[in-house]
């Protein structure tokens, strides 16, 4: 009943071995703390933890350890061999351990760090892991999009590819008509998995006579774990899909987009981590990031890994995290930089421009960018641009342009956090960078709580949620930013949760981008401090969203500039009570077990405010 927690087993362990106290007493004393910190969650979790101290004593006991070791098993080197030398030296140190061994001449002398280093740090954590039937399967990316650990890649390919094939790789003729010769692979890197089943359960496809029996279904990981390891390297051996080619509109497509936000550490079942990875295949390496101080710090650059990652080119997302209370600002700098970065290579383009080719240059100037297509043709003219600033040599102002014109193409700024930075912390920042006009892109990975330092309750926590500091159940409703950054006009804002419409969050995320002005994404975020198993998270997300508590909704000042209603309510009118939703988490769960009459009045006075919010909605 405890899940994968070992707390309360190994303490009371501890406890009756050490003697440090007599053991009756330091039981006694367990469960009675047990009763104090849990007492809020409800009878049910004060038992289970109860009934793990005593199975955990009625269990105890001795392993003789054999003066000869008998496994064959071996624990494999920290970092394959073919890890590139800094992880080799440096990363696999840390990672045993043994950092405070190393030189400071060991570090990068400027701080930066090699990317894509989380893809070396095989954690092994998963005894299931989701096993592929490509006769069920079609090819929907569902499954892809929802993985929080991007353990999930999607390739179509040649069937001429299939030449020396591990005997366990599996493929399928793509789904799509006009392509008999191409193939369809989904790989799955079983050793990054957490097994946390969330892509099971966004699964839309089973058996006929099996509702249950999906396209991917949990597995033991030992039997396969070998023949994988085969599989995922002749995987690598495909050439990554052509970003022209890919369907950026429709999940289906994105899947086949090159992730750059691959293995983090984040909880198993994340709900936060599938925003950064489909931002990460949709801007790639125009990407620009400020990452706010909390969960999205840690698990996106805690030495000594990061999952931020980089093409086989070596181009990727620039990430760099600053704290709670600036983060709004130093993105600002990010994009106020670009700007003039973009300023000297227009100008000095132009300076150039008899020796570079007129025509070129005013086509590099004018070029629009916002379809990939568009993108991807503006990448030919920087790359022609640079081929003849680079035949001027020394020429006046020709070293300084070639320093400048990558900023030709497009940069793509994001400031990312989660509420505690959004709605508390950093709010004056954020409200003084949405009025600046600047074209910046603020994604809100909105768990509604100080998820990274133990659940605190933020002005984004709901009416009625039991958090730290909301011990009684929180009595106001959340904030509502987005109607607050609505205020302003010509901020594009749009609330949206993967789980209820991957389609809408995929639509928000390119149309915020496009637009050439401030942007803010509230991005409904599940998380381990909403107290349940996160297996199940999008379908949570589903039933916020069916409830009317968590409405998707895109306000698009270019529709207005296009004589249209700049605001679009994309998700349909409450369908379920809310407590269908609330009442699977624990965080509304336990108050009605601790104060039943207290949280049906706060239930009640939820509902309603989710009825009057929606109507407002509707309205606008
Ligand atoms: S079980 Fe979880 S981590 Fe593993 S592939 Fe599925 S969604 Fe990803
Ligand atoms: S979600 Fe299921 S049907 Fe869709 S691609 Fe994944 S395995 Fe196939
Ligand atoms: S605490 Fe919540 S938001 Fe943070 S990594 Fe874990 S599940 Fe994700």
């Given at each position: 009943?405890?899940?994968?927690?070992?707390?309360?087993?190994?303490?009371?362990?501890?406890?009756?071995?050490?003697?440090?106290?007599?053991?009756?007493?330091?039981?006694?004393?367990?469960?009675?703390?047990?009763?104090?910190?849990?007492?809020?969650?409800?009878?049910?979790?004060?038992?289970?933890?109860?009934?793990?101290?005593?199975?955990?004593?009625?269990?105890?006991?001795?392993?003789?350890?054999?003066?000869?070791?008998?496994?064959?098993?071996?624990?494999?080197?920290?970092?394959?061999?073919?890890?590139?030398?800094?992880?080799?030296?440096?990363?696999?140190?840390?990672?045993?351990?043994?950092?405070?061994?190393?030189?400071?001449?060991?570090?990068?002398?400027?701080?930066?760090?090699?990317?894509?280093?989380?893809?070396?740090?095989?954690?092994?954590?998963?005894?299931?892991?989701?096993?592929?039937?490509?006769?069920l399967c079609i090819q929907c990316g569902?499954?892809?999009?929802?993985?929080?650990?991007?353990?999930?890649?999607?390739?179509?390919?040649?069937?001429?590819?299939?030449?020396?094939?591990?005997?366990?790789?599996?493929?399928?003729?793509?789904?799509?008509?006009?392509?008999?010769?191409?193939?369809?692979?989904?790989?799955?890197?079983?050793?990054?998995?957490?097994?946390?089943?969330?892509?099971?359960?966004?699964?839309?496809?089973?058996?006929?006579?099996?509702?249950?029996?999906?396209?991917?279904?949990?597995?033991?990981?030992?039997?396969?774990?070998?023949?994988?390891?085969?599989?995922?390297?002749?995987?690598?051996?495909l050439p990554v899909n052509d970003r022209?080619?890919?369907?950026?509109?429709?999940?289906?497509?994105?899947?086949?987009?090159?992730?750059?936000?691959?293995?983090?550490?984040?909880?198993?079942?994340?709900?936060?981590?599938?925003?950064?990875?489909?931002?990460?295949?949709?801007?790639?390496?125009?990407?620009?990031?400020?990452?706010?101080?909390?969960?999205?710090?840690?698990?996106?650059?805690?030495?000594?890994?990061?999952?931020?990652?980089?093409?086989?080119?070596?181009?990727?997302?620039?990430?760099?995290?600053?704290?709670?209370?600036?983060?709004?600002?130093?993105?600002?700098?990010?994009?106020?930089?670009?700007?003039?970065?973009?300023?000297?290579?227009?100008?000095?383009?132009?300076?150039?421009?008899?020796?570079?080719?007129?025509?070129?240059?005013?086509?590099?100037?004018?070029?629009?960018?916002?379809?990939?297509?568009?993108?991807?043709?503006?990448?030919?003219?920087?790359?022609?641009?640079?081929?003849?600033?680079?035949?001027?040599?020394?020429?006046?102002?020709?070293?300084?342009?070639?320093?400048?014109?990558?900023?030709?193409?497009?940069?793509?700024?994001?400031?990312?956090?989660?509420?505690?930075?959004?709605?508390?912390?950093?709010?004056?920042?954020?409200?003084?960078?949405?009025?600046?006009?600047?074209?910046?892109?603020?994604?809100?990975?909105?768990?509604?709580?100080?998820?990274?330092?133990?659940?605190?309750?933020?002005?984004?926590?709901?009416?009625?949620?039991?958090?730290?500091?909301?011990?009684?159940?929180?009595?106001?409703?959340?904030?509502?930013?987005?109607?607050?950054?609505?205020?302003?006009?010509?901020?594009?804002?749009?609330?949206?949760?993967?789980?209820?419409n991957p389609q809408h969050t995929l639509?928000?995320?390119?149309?915020?981008?496009?637009?050439?002005?401030?942007?803010?994404?509230?991005?409904?975020?599940?998380?381990?401090?909403?107290?349940?198993?996160?297996?199940?998270?999008?379908?949570?997300?589903?039933?916020?969203?069916?409830?009317?508590?968590?409405?998707?909704?895109?306000?698009?000042?270019?529709?207005?500039?296009?004589?249209?209603?700049?605001?679009?309510?994309?998700?349909?009118?409450?369908?379920?009570?809310?407590?269908?939703?609330?009442?699977?988490?624990?965080?509304?769960?336990?108050?009605?077990?601790?104060?039943?009459?207290?949280?049906?009045?706060?239930?009640?006075?939820?509902?309603?405010?989710?009825?009057?919010?929606?109507?407002?909605?509707?309205?606008?």
């Amino acid at each position: 009943g405890l899940g994968g927690r070992i707390n309360t087993v190994l303490q009371t362990c501890f406890f009756a071995l050490s003697g440090v106290l007599p053991r009756d007493e330091a039981i006694r004393r367990i469960k009675a703390m047990i009763t104090h910190s849990y007492a809020e969650k409800g009878a049910v979790v004060v038992a289970q933890n109860n009934a793990a101290v005593d199975q955990a004593l009625a269990e105890l006991h001795e392993v003789i350890i054999p003066a000869i070791a008998t496994s064959v098993l071996e624990r494999p080197p920290i970092v394959p061999a073919t890890a590139p030398a800094f992880v080799k030296r440096v990363t696999a140190a840390i990672m045993a351990g043994h950092g405070d061994a190393l030189p400071v001449s060991a570090m990068p002398v400027d701080g930066t760090f090699p990317l894509g280093t989380a893809a070396w740090e095989k954690r092994n954590i998963a005894e299931d892991v989701p096993i592929w039937e490509t006769d069920l399967c079609i090819q929907c990316g569902q499954c892809s999009i929802a993985c929080p650990h991007s353990v999930i890649c999607a390739r179509f390919f040649d069937v001429a590819r299939l030449v020396d094939v591990p005997e366990t790789f599996k493929t399928a003729p793509v789904n799509a008509r006009g392509y008999p010769d191409t193939r369809f692979t989904l790989q799955f890197y079983v050793e990054d998995c957490t097994g946390c089943g969330l892509c099971v359960e966004v699964c839309p496809a089973h058996a006929v006579d099996d509702p249950n029996h999906r396209a991917i279904n949990m597995a033991p990981k030992a039997p396969v774990l070998v023949s994988e390891r085969a599989n995922i390297a002749f995987f690598e051996t495909l050439p990554v899909n052509d970003r022209a080619l890919v369907d950026f509109a429709d999940v289906r497509g994105v899947q086949f987009l090159e992730p750059l936000f691959e293995f983090s550490g984040a909880c198993g079942g994340c709900g936060e981590t599938p925003y950064l990875r489909l931002l990460s295949q949709l801007f790639g390496d125009r990407a620009q990031i400020a990452n706010a101080t909390g969960c999205s710090s840690i698990y996106g650059g805690s030495l000594p890994v990061t999952p931020w990652a980089t093409d086989k080119a070596g181009r990727g997302p620039a990430w760099s995290n600053s704290l709670f209370e600036d983060n709004a600002e130093f993105g600002l700098g990010f994009r106020l930089a670009a700007d003039m970065h973009l300023a000297l290579a227009v100008r000095l383009l132009r300076d150039l421009a008899p020796s570079l080719g007129a025509d070129l240059v005013e086509a590099a100037i004018a070029a629009p960018q916002i379809r990939e297509s568009e993108i991807v043709a503006q990448r030919q003219r920087v790359a022609a641009l640079r081929a003849r600033v680079t035949a001027l040599g020394d020429a006046p102002g020709a070293r300084d342009l070639l320093s400048v014109l990558d900023h030709m193409v497009r940069r793509s700024i994001w400031l990312v956090g989660g509420d505690g930075w959004a709605y508390d912390i950093g709010f004056g920042g954020l409200d003084h960078v949405l009025a600046s006009g600047r074209d910046v892109n603020v994604l809100v990975l909105d768990t509604e709580v100080y998820s990274n330092t133990g659940g605190q309750a933020s002005k984004a926590t709901p009416l009625g949620a039991v958090a730290k500091f909301a011990a009684a159940g929180k009595r106001t409703a959340r904030k509502d930013l987005a109607l607050q950054a609505i205020a302003y006009g010509n901020v594009y804002v749009a609330q949206v949760a993967m789980g209820a419409n991957p389609q809408h969050t995929l639509l928000a995320m390119r149309e915020a981008e496009a637009w050439p002005g401030p942007s803010l994404i509230l991005a409904y975020s599940h998380c381990i401090a909403h107290g349940y198993d996160l297996r199940y998270g999008m379908k949570q997300q589903d039933l916020a969203t069916a409830s009317g508590y968590w409405p998707l909704f895109r306000f698009n000042p270019a529709m207005r500039r296009a004589g249209e209603a700049p605001f679009r309510l994309d998700s349909p009118r409450p369908s379920i009570p809310l407590k269908d939703y609330a009442y699977n988490e624990l965080r509304y769960r336990s108050l009605a077990a601790s104060r039943p009459e207290e949280a049906a009045a706060l239930l009640a006075q939820a509902g309603t405010a989710v009825m009057e919010k929606y109507a407002q909605y509707e309205a606008l």
